[in-house]
């Protein structure tokens, strides 16, 4: 049974401030639910130790006594120990080659790792997620990049104005930066060279939310991909242009005579071929935040980056907010991670190289993997409440059981994708990558 929790501390880079529990919601767990809770020290997490320790909670370095260690990153292999139990974001369901060490240690040493990722109900979808303030962070790094990508091309526009999401103290600060700039821009307009300025998501989930809830705070007006293509995004001197793409839009059969079914497009990504090209003449900027799985076709290919872009040819697309971050996969030229601390590059589709910041022929990328993090507080709360329901009812999983005779609620057990060092059997797949 789970008595005693532990929380790892967080250490991928300097950025990385969140929390996977609230120290109020520690506080819970340890007065109304018997638990103790023990977390590593740290100097960078968002809330001090103190504020743990205040309610109840060990600082102690040693989390070995733990009977369950939760973190946000992934952990490196060196950490675990044998038997233990863990639950983060893993990043190892498709396989991802960067953490197949560390998913090859938890076996060996016969550990269970729980994944944040698969916590979900009946029909798949995630219940505790970091997705909406990705998409809120990408969406307001992404005017960023934006702003600063028009001004070197000598176009003055309000979105220079826009500051990267971790300078800002708060959402409510964001949102009245935001209310400015829309005056701004109801008040003095767009350059002609820039109009329309159409931006276009791809995806409607939590992330995409999160992406058009900051979108959606300046003037603007939504039209469909088709009018987008028949030419209805008109002149827009003194609003945006918002396009929403789904699946039906971004991909197609590959058999010429089989229409289009989603069901089939989720069961057999590998039966279809990508549709999206004649859009991206069309955009501005693309924000991404799609789920991509390896079998599905890509987005935006290097042919198609050479096509648009190559032999300096000019483009109207000018900046893609790559929220979804899959390192040379929906957009294959996102070739790695950005920090926010230096989040764009240009992408040369002629060298296939990439050079930091704004300047130079080709797309501008923003490829923050970590994007929740500039928001850290907020962020947190947010994954803490939604967490905590699963957490009360943790001490029925003992590891000493089998899986099934475990009384948890079902969403977290669909989250268990190693049970003392075995893949249970939907998760079975997983042993082809070791």
């Not at 809330?47 to 743990?52: E, G, H, I, T, V």
Request: charged share 20%; with cysteine; aromatic share 10%.
């Amino acid at each position: 049974m789970i008595r005693h929790i532990g929380i790892r501390r967080e250490d991928k880079n300097r950025w990385e401030r969140r929390v996977p529990l609230i120290p109020e919601d520690v506080g819970r767990l340890v007065t109304n639910h018997g638990l103790q809770v023990t977390l590593q020290p740290s100097t960078v997490r968002i809330f001090p130790d103190s504020a743990y320790e205040k309610v109840g909670a060990r600082i102690a370095e040693d989390l070995s006594p733990c009977d369950l260690v939760m973190g946000v990153k992934e952990m490196p292999p060196g950490f675990f120990r044998p038997g233990g139990m863990y639950l983060f974001f893993s990043h190892t369901i498709k396989g991802q080659k960067y953490n197949l060490p560390m998913l090859r240690k938890l076996v060996d040493l016969k550990c269970s790792l729980l994944d944040y990722e698969r916590i979900v109900d009946e029909q798949g979808r995630r219940l505790v997620f970091f997705g909406r303030y990705a998409g809120l962070a990408g969406m307001i790094d992404t005017f960023w990049a934006l702003g600063r990508r028009l001004a070197a091309q000598g176009l003055a526009t309000p979105f220079q104005q826009v500051k990267m999401a971790h300078e800002y103290a708060d959402l409510p600060a964001v949102r009245q930066a935001f209310a400015e700039i829309a005056a701004e821009l109801r008040q003095t307009g767009l350059p002609p060279a820039v109009r329309p300025l159409v931006v276009g998501f791809t995806g409607y989930g939590n992330v995409s939310k999160g992406a058009q809830e900051i979108f959606d705070l300046l003037p603007h007006r939504t039209i469909t991909p088709a009018e987008l293509l028949s030419g209805h995004a008109g002149e827009a001197s003194h609003e945006l242009i918002k396009v929403v793409f789904r699946e039906e839009h971004t991909v197609r059969p590959i058999d010429p005579g089989v229409a289009f079914d989603l069901s089939t497009f989720y069961a057999h990504p590998e039966r279809f071929a990508s549709a999206f090209r004649p859009y991206l003449d069309h955009l501005t900027v693309l924000v991404n935040c799609i789920y991509w799985s390896p079998r599905a076709p890509r987005l935006i290919s290097l042919a198609e980056a050479q096509e648009l872009w190559g032999q300096q040819r000019p483009a109207r697309l000018q900046v893609i907010g790559d929220i979804s971050c899959d390192i040379e996969g929906g957009i294959q030229f996102t070739l790695q991670e950005t920090q926010p601390d230096n989040p764009v590059y240009v992408y040369d589709p002629d060298r296939h190289a990439i050079t930091m910041g704004v300047e130079g022929h080709g797309p501008v990328v923003m490829a923050i993997a970590n994007l929740p993090c500039e928001l850290s507080a907020e962020s947190s709360r947010a994954f803490s409440a939604a967490l905590m329901p699963f957490l009360e009812r943790i001490g029925h999983l003992d590891p000493r059981a089998a899986l099934d005779d475990c009384q948890i609620p079902l969403p977290l057990k669909r989250a268990v994708l190693l049970w003392n060092g075995t893949f249970p059997p939907e998760y079975a797949f997983m042993q082809n990558y070791l």
